[in-house]
């Protein structure tokens, strides 16, 4: 007996899915209006190092273009005279899964080594003399943590920073009833359903030759077939 097997493929966009629909994310004191003063370490924040820098302080002087920071911004200011390796960095809990990215406003000046901003195990260079806004994105299991901050790796000279947030994408989820199905020449029509949530873009689903489906929420014709968006997020029972 010849048989023709289906094959369905959920594609989505990863670019759209990470841009859209974030959320914030609670963190502490994440544009240092808490705290005052010089060689205090910023409320909800920690080094690394048990030694620290030259200078640790909050500071309202204005720095980068423009500027990029303003005067009348309260931020916070690491210093380094000579080779100093730490993070400066907070942890939060009980997390959602999904993709967390951090970002935060810096200007560096004299600055050697590299300093970064970091999420989990990902780091973006930090590199602007003239102030930027640099971010870094990593995924979290389900009530998981994550530590965040600004990693220093034997770095001299001043970054100034400020405006830390995290933001929240729920991971897409894509739950089919089947993965695979087989047709003997004289098969009857099959059922199946594909479940999605936290999609930003619709479903597209590709069948071998020989093989038409139908749905509610189904257009297209064959091999190519699709669901919109809007009706992307739930449950689809389609035939073929």
């Not at 841009?19 to 502490?28: E, G, R, S």
């Not at 423009?66 to 390796?85: E, K, M, V």
């Amino acid at each position: 007996m010849n048989t023709k097997q289906i094959i369905l493929c959920a594609l989505f966009v990863l670019l759209t899915i990470f841009q859209t629909h974030a959320t914030a994310v609670t963190i502490t004191n994440g544009d240092f209006a808490t705290g005052t003063g010089t060689s205090v370490v910023a409320t909800g924040w920690s080094f690394s190092n048990a030694t620290k820098p030259a200078t640790y302080k909050y500071s309202t002087v204005a720095k980068g273009t423009g500027p990029y920071i303003a005067g009348t911004q309260q931020h916070y200011q690491i210093y380094s005279g000579s080779a100093y390796t730490s993070t400066f960095n907070q942890t939060i809990t009980n997390l959602a899964a999904g993709n967390y990215t951090v970002s935060v406003k810096a200007v560096l000046a004299g600055a050697g080594g590299t300093f970064s901003v970091y999420a989990g195990t990902t780091k973006t260079t930090i590199s602007s003399t003239t102030g930027a806004t640099y971010s870094a994105t990593t995924t979290v299991a389900a009530n998981g943590s994550l530590t965040f901050g600004i990693d220093m790796a034997t770095i001299t000279g001043t970054i100034d920073f400020d405006d830390f947030t995290v933001d929240y994408t729920p991971s897409p989820v894509i739950v089919k009833s089947i993965s695979t199905n087989t047709f003997g020449s004289y098969e009857p029509l099959k059922t199946f359903t594909i479940t999605g949530s936290n999609l930003t873009a619709g479903l597209s689903i590709t069948t071998p030759t020989g093989i038409t489906l139908s749905g509610a929420n189904v257009t297209g014709t064959a091999p190519n077939y699709s669901i919109a968006l809007a009706n992307a997020n739930a449950t689809n029972t389609i035939t073929a």
